[in-house]
């Protein structure tokens, strides 16, 4: 049998190996193969993905101006003038949607853990790790069960005599 699971790059596969190894499977029966992004798809050009503090300026800005906006058509009316309420208006609507924006977030980070947010940005951008097994078929549930349990991605399994 030859088993293929694909991994992340973690501290899971080095652990899936070594209880491999401790089950009886030969270290020579086993291959790594890294993978590596194609050169086109290293350049070309990938979003990133912006942080809370990044996000809360930009819809700070758009409320600001929205405000600014409001700001002015008022002023007309009021004593200082639309310039002066414009720019009043914009700090009060860049502060107020700054200020939401962050805390949104801040609430939503602490429902889902941060630890969620942050390990599923990084997984996303590593390569993977293809690991080929091979192994009696007397073996083979024990080898893929391991491989689950240890974080794979997928799990393949080929029957050859």
């Given at each position: 049998?030859?088993?293929?699971?694909?991994?992340?790059?973690?501290t899971?596969?080095?652990?899936?190996?070594?209880?491999?190894?401790?089950?009886?499977?030969?270290?020579?029966?086993?291959?790594?193969?890294?993978?590596?992004?194609?050169?086109?798809?290293?350049?070309?050009?990938?979003?990133?993905?912006?942080?809370?503090?990044?996000m809360?300026?930009e819809i700070?800005?758009?409320?600001?101006?929205?405000?600014?906006?409001?700001?002015?058509?008022?002023?007309?009316?009021?004593?200082?003038g639309?310039?002066?309420?414009?720019?009043?208006?914009?700090?009060?609507?860049?502060?107020?949607?700054?200020?939401?924006?962050?805390?949104?977030?801040?609430?939503?980070?602490?429902?889902?853990g941060?630890?969620?947010?942050?390990?599923?940005?990084?997984?996303?951008n590593?390569?993977?790790?293809?690991v080929?097994?091979?192994?009696?078929?007397?073996?083979?549930?024990?080898?893929s069960q391991i491989?689950?349990?240890?974080?794979?991605?997928?799990?393949?399994?080929?029957?050859?005599?």
């Amino acid at each position: 049998m030859l088993i293929v699971g694909v991994f992340a790059h973690c501290t899971e596969l080095e652990l899936a190996l070594s209880l491999l190894e401790h089950n009886g499977i030969k270290q020579s029966w086993i291959m790594v193969v890294p993978m590596d992004r194609s050169q086109d798809a290293k350049s070309t050009f990938s979003p990133r993905i912006a942080s809370d503090a990044e996000m809360a300026f930009e819809i700070g800005m758009a409320g600001g101006t929205a405000f600014s906006v409001v700001g002015v058509s008022l002023g007309f009316s009021l004593y200082l003038g639309p310039l002066l309420w414009g720019v009043i208006f914009a700090v009060i609507g860049f502060l107020l949607a700054f200020g939401i924006t962050l805390l949104v977030k801040r609430k939503k980070s602490a429902r889902f853990g941060s630890k969620y947010v942050r390990n599923k940005n990084k997984k996303a951008n590593q390569p993977e790790i293809t690991v080929l097994i091979q192994c009696e078929k007397e073996r083979a549930g024990k080898v893929s069960q391991i491989l689950w349990e240890h974080e794979a991605i997928a799990v393949g399994e080929l029957a050859y005599e």
